[in-house]
């Protein structure tokens, strides 16, 4: 299958910080990439879509002052988590696929610890 | 709302043939069933996808019913590698549809 990379795959960050996660799709060019946040002993939520070249589409309840994400190349997606807060602490999933008929495969995640 | 129902969990020997059974009763014509599994504290995996027929891979085996209404994931020699939770979800691959995970199923292999 495709790969999809993350970087960094665990962060810890005093609160009122930021932090950015990356995203790339290693051997294809996705077109549309996906950012998902689970907490422990939970399932995967959907935060937000991005097409390249667009702005992103925010799931309800996902602040997108808060969480910037940019997808400015067909292999780069970036999070930013602006001020973090202790209960911004998770583990965000990033997933990736080429034409909407694709499979959409994903990232190794990345741990986000606020302290 | 996730669109599918799966047990909460199941046991399998090591070795053994483990098949995780999805019901998906409201699929419509368009959706695609979707298998990813997630080992402890990693990114989902892609596993297999389907239609209405069956389909075969070097990871596992989908059975498709034929009225589409459920499906199930074999995973013909299990192994402890295998440990983790599967979600089966529908999406329609013709629209701009996103995947939505389930609960899903933790599959323990047992030695």
């Known amino acids: 299958g495709a790969v999809v990379s993350q970087h960094p795959s665990w962060v810890i960050c005093k609160s009122g910080t930021s932090v950015k996660i990356e995203c790339r799709s290693l051997?294809?060019?996705?077109?549309?990439m996906f950012w998902y946040r689970q907490f422990p002993k939970q399932s995967l939520m959907l935060m937000a879509t991005?097409?390249?070249?667009?702005?992103?589409?925010?799931e309800q309840g996902v602040e997108k002052d808060k969480f910037l994400i940019n997808h400015a190349s067909l292999t780069l997606s970036t999070l930013t988590v602006t001020s973090a807060h202790p209960e911004d602490s998770s583990f965000y999933i990033c997933?990736?696929?080429?034409?909407?008929?694709?499979?959409?495969?994903f990232g190794p995640g990345t741990r986000l610890t606020v302290l | 709302d996730a669109k599918t129902t799966q047990p909460p969990s199941m046991d399998c020997a090591e070795g053994r043939a483990a098949n995780l059974p999805c019901n998906h009763s409201?699929?419509?014509?368009?959706?695609?069933v979707y298998w990813y599994r997630q080992i402890h504290s990693q990114g989902p995996q892609y596993i297999i996808h389907g239609l209405k027929n069956n389909e075969t891979n070097e990871m596992a085996s989908l059975i498709i019913t034929e009225d589409r209404k459920s499906s199930t994931l074999i995973l013909p020699h299990a192994t402890l590698r295998d440990t983790a939770v599967y979600y089966c979800?529908?999406?329609?691959?013709?629209?701009?549809?996103?995947?939505?995970f389930g609960t899903g199923t933790r599959l323990t292999i047992i030695p």
């Open positions: 051997d294809f060019q996705a077109t549309t």
């Open positions: 991005s097409n390249e070249g667009s702005k992103a589409t925010y």
């Open positions: 409201t699929i419509s014509g368009n959706e695609y």
């Open positions: 979800i529908v999406r329609d691959n013709f629209g701009n549809e996103k995947l939505t």
């Open positions: 997933s990736a696929r080429g034409s909407v008929f694709d499979t959409q495969y």
